[in-house]
């Protein structure tokens, strides 16, 4: 696994802890402000971040 100064654990409901590396710091801050988002418009992102990163860890166990 590869460890660099983007890494950031996270829990995000439905998923459970999950390590997400960003290839900017940009790309984290922005990720950070629509998790912590309780805004409707970015539900639907959320949505879709949450069925990425299911997908990537079905993947990952499949790989294994």
């Not at 409901?13 to 990720?31: A, Q, R, S, V, Y």
């Not at 959320?46 to 993947?59: D, I, P, Q, Y």
């Amino acid at each position: 696994m590869v460890n660099n100064n983007h890494d950031k654990i996270t829990k995000i409901k439905g998923i459970g802890p999950t390590i997400i590396n960003f290839d900017t710091l940009e790309d984290m801050k922005n990720f950070v402000e629509c998790a912590n988002s309780k805004d409707k418009t970015d539900s639907e992102a959320m949505n879709r971040l949450r069925k990425e990163l299911a997908e990537h860890k079905r993947s990952l166990r499949k790989s294994q």
